[in-house]
């Protein structure tokens, strides 16, 4: 027995219906899982906001520290090296002397040729 064009046509909406309403589950479905992602995924970036806040005051606290160390060694250095020049200069003054004269007259070669 043949179907009528009525029939299939009819046929053919419920099916499209059908079709249709499980698009729509479908989508439901989707959205809900997009949602619900996202909402884990908002909740991760603030654990990672929270986690990198604490790492960036941990390392500047560790930069302040070492900044500090730094500073004091090189103003020790600096005195040490003030001292050791000062007693060798005490102790050939005219030796010093010639050697301030022979880097004066380089560094005033070098800024005369610019």
């Known amino acids: 027995m043949q179907n009528s064009p009525d029939a299939q046509a009819s046929g053919g909406k419920v099916r499209d219906i059908k079709s ?3 698009a729509s589950a ?3 479905n989707d959205a809900a899982q997009f949602r619900k992602k996202l909402s ?9 906001t929270k986690i990198s806040r604490s790492l ?6 560790i930069l302040k520290s ?3 160390e730094y500073y004091t060694q090189g ?4 005195k040490s090296l003030e001292q050791d020049l000062e007693s060798r200069i005490k102790e050939s003054p005219i030796k ?6 022979g880097l004066g007259f380089l560094v ?4 005369r040729r610019r």
């Open 20 to 22: 249709s309403e499980d």
């Open 26 to 28: 479908n989508w439901s």
């Open 40 to 48: 884990a995924l908002e909740s991760d970036l603030k654990d990672l």
């Open 56 to 61: 960036a005051g941990d390392t500047l606290g």
């Open 66 to 68: 070492n900044a500090g």
């Open 75 to 78: 103003v020790e250095k600096a």
């Open 96 to 101: 010093a002397l010639l050697v301030a004269i």
């Open 108 to 111: 005033g070669l070098i800024l």
